[in-house]
């Protein structure tokens, strides 16, 4: 729970780097049927009798707080209810629309082959185990509950009335019981055999024997075996199982690969976003350059268009006053020449009374 | 560096954001939205101008008991809206012939938007009159209509009511006079010509018995007598039908059928298997009419389905005629169909679905012949010897002496929560084979001394003493063989599986087991 607010946006990013680097190793891109020798368990719905041993024995081997009605008291049974954090396993009852007694639904995790909680999760707090039980790792768990957004079951549940360290809890396919060897504790408790422990794939062959030898007793469908990909835990039943609340809108396509073509988008958007970015830098820069430029260019030819201007006007008023010059000149010759003449005149006017 | 991956960062939530608001707005518009809806056995769909092209407008689903008790009341009768030829009343509504969409819509839009207005204008409730409110897609009833069946109650309460003169109902039709005849000795059911939909001039079976039965019981009451229904819930409503008097002694239907036979497989042929003589007469009690059986037609199986199969039987032979388990016309599939009772469904639903090719299995009904001679002939030395091996056949429940049944089984305690089980052997073998003592078809099935012990000890010989079960369940789970449940497994398995298929109520875990006391 200890992270910092660094490391955590360094996760991200070594997450979104890890994204664009693995590309088509991702789930979803390959048909994958699951590990070979995972474990599973099949319930069968129509051996189910409501007794809530399975959920009596799960809140012991999970060491869970009691409920405040026993387990033999079977008026729950009248409630829709779901999992929650001190139930990982809960029993509903549908009502049989063949009117005959009640049908019983075992809830738990279904343990995906491929779950969208493993995919959701971006600490990797979640993991398929190759044995089969999805398991959770607490310590790396940030409380995002993403998890809990994209389980199409709505399973993973949260402590929150645990202010500290809450968890996300659900059924742990009791995986370190089976690590012992021992039965998971809702199968080991079942009187009636509803619940089968062992390999998947030996769970899908008894399934599909069972219901061709009692045709009429069985929905020629295992629930699980392609259901979001596949699923650890499967069903088998008598009635339809959209009527005992199960989801048939869900496909046989895994979350992973339904999520993966969209958010393979991610990494390209993630790569492209730097391009994108020194892109718009680059274009700003050179947008930058060219003004500049051209701030340049008006300056010069305004300066050169001063200087043209100026160099006309110049010899436009030099040529001027050289007129003006000439003109003055030519005017100063003749006022000469006429004050020469008057001179000369005056001067013979006087001169002969001289000579006298 | 930082910056980047900041960048990256909130790139990443604008993205998820966006995502969670486009899959919320998504999710908010796959809500079902539940409409009351009414039940009604009355319910037509008209739509009989989609014949001449595609429809402009939705069909008009309409009340036809509404309007025929609305007329009732007024004291008009059908005549308002449908028409006669020949005495007979027609189907169709105000015409005896669809003469193109233009016409149908304007006999249908002019009759009926004319007689609600006029309703209106007198002052009394009355339909609609503006398009959408017949033309309705979201039209809230739903048809409740029950399919009817005319079984061997009703035909006997008909013939009685019309002296047994057959011909009142069966005919023939003579193909060179082009009209109908009847034929004594020919007589069947009606779906053997009039099938679901009218082939050439062979009415549809929905057609046939609405112009047959409504007519005739119009004119019965008519003449002021006791006549069946004329409304649509009269034979098609829930609870109308059951209203119907079942007749519990009835006549036989005579049809020259004997009463008991030999299953005929051809001409000459030489059988290896032993012949199975049948009784006719029983069977014909424990069905509701003859297509249980005869299911295209009143022929022995034979002339469609022979040794070897032919095209008129589609390729079925004999043999599969009789065993196939998935035909519920074939022996065993009827035999089977049976076992789904309460008292057999204990033990059987439990016993995997299948033909036993076993010796005992197959003698019950192909006996060994006699080496006795009749000194008649054919049909009737037939007939003798069938009724002769029938009685050699063994019909009797056999099990073992009391005294040799364990009364009380201790099952001793798997789990320190609970008491031992004393399970009460003695009492529920009593019970099972009270349960079947008038069952003739069980009692056949279960002459061997054990048979019934089988329903619980399976999987082994019949013996007087048979393996315990906790000499093959043991452990829960075992990995050689998975199908075979542990101790614990088994016995609930067995117990409450056999509890809820008879119906039996103690399912609970005190029921059969005390808790410890401490």
Known sequence: MSISRREFLGRIGAVGIGATITGKAHAGSKHFTGNPDGVGVLHDISRCVGCRACEEACNKVNELSLPDLPFDDKHVLDKKRRTTTDAYTVVNSYKNINDRAPVFRKIQCNHCLEPACVSACFVRAFKKSKAGPVIYNASVCVGCRYCMVACPFEIPTYEYDDPFTPRVVKCTMCAPRIEKGQLPGCVEACPKEALTYGKRSDLIKMAHDRISKYPDQYINHIYGEYEMGGTSWLYISGVDFKDIGMREDLGVTSAPALTHSALSLVPMVVGLWPVFLAGMYGMSKRREKVAEQEKEDAVCSAVEKAGTEADSKLAKALEQSKKEQEKALAQAEKEKEKAVEEALKNVADTNPEEES | ?518
Do not use: W
Request: proline content about 3%.
């Open chain 2, 1 to 518: 560096m930082n910056k980047a991956k900041l960048l990256l960062f909130y790139f990443g939530i604008t993205f998820v954001v966006t995502l969670f608001l486009i899959c919320g707005l998504g999710a908010n518009q796959t809500g079902n939205v539940e409409q009351t809806t009414i039940p009604r056995s009355d319910v037509i769909s008209i739509d009989t101008i989609s014949r001449f092209g595609k429809l402009e407008r939705p069909e008009v689903l309409f009340l036809h008991d509404q309007h025929t008790d609305a007329m009732e009341k007024k004291g008009k009768d059908c005549k308002v809206c449908h028409q006669s030829d020949k005495g007979q009343m027609s189907q169709k509504f105000m015409t005896l012939k669809d003469e193109g969409a233009q016409a149908l819509i304007d006999i249908y839009h002019g009759t009926c938007i004319e007689c609600h207005k006029k309703t209106s204008d007198e002052g009394e409730k009355s339909g609609p009159v503006i398009c959408n409110d017949c033309h309705n897609v979201k039209s809230q009833v739903v048809s409740s209509r029950q399919p009817f069946g005319f079984d061997k109650s009703l035909h006997f309460t008909h013939s009685e009511a019309v002296e047994k003169k057959c011909e009142r109902c069966h005919h023939e039709y003579d193909e060179k006079a082009k009209k109908l005849f009847y034929a004594k000795g020919k007589e069947g059911t009606c779906r053997y010509c009039h099938k679901d939909k009218t082939i050439d001039n062979k009415i549809s079976i929905k057609l046939a018995a609405h112009v047959g039965c409504i007519n005739c019981h119009i004119k019965t009451i008519a003449e002021k007598k006791d006549a069946g229904p004329i409304k649509c819930r009269g034979c098609h409503g829930v609870d109308e039908q059951k209203k119907i008097e079942k007749k519990k002694s009835i006549t036989r239907m005579q049809r020259e059928q004997p009463d008991t036979t030999i299953i005929k497989i051809g001409q000459d042929i030489d059988t290896r298997m032993n012949l199975v003589p049948f009784d006719h007469k029983s069977h014909e009690e424990y069905n509701d009419n003859c297509r249980g059986c005869h299911h295209e037609g009143l022929d022995t199986c034979s002339k469609c389905h022979p040794i070897t199969g032919i095209q008129e039987g589609n390729y079925i032979s004999l043999e599969q005629a009789m065993h196939r388990i998935k035909a519920k016309q074939s022996c065993l599939g009827c035999h089977e169909n049976n076992k789904q009772q309460k008292e057999c469904a204990g033990c059987h639903s439990l016993i995997r679905k299948n033909i036993s090719y076993n010796d005992s299995a197959c003698a019950t009904c192909h006996i060994k012949k006699d080496q006795e001679t009749d000194s008649k002939d054919g049909i009737e030395a037939i007939k003798l010897q069938s009724a002769r091996l029938l009685k050699s056949r063994p019909l009797v429940i056999n099990t073992f002496n009391a005294e040799d049944i364990p009364e009380i089984v201790k099952i001793k305690d798997f789990t320190k929560k609970y008491q031992p089980v004393e399970f009460p052997h003695r009492k529920i073998i009593n019970t099972l084979t009270n349960n079947i003592k008038n069952n003739k078809l069980a009692n056949y099935f279960h002459s061997d001394k054990g048979t019934i012990c089988q329903g619980c000890h399976h999987n082994m010989p019949l013996t007087k003493k048979p393996s315990r079960c906790t000499n093959c369940h043991g452990k829960p789970f075992d990995e050689m063989n998975m199908s075979r449940p542990g101790a614990i497994g088994a016995y609930h398995i067995q117990c409450m599986g056999c509890h809820d298929n008879m119906g039996i109520d103690k399912m609970g875990c005190t029921d059969c087991h005390k808790l410890t006391e401490n």
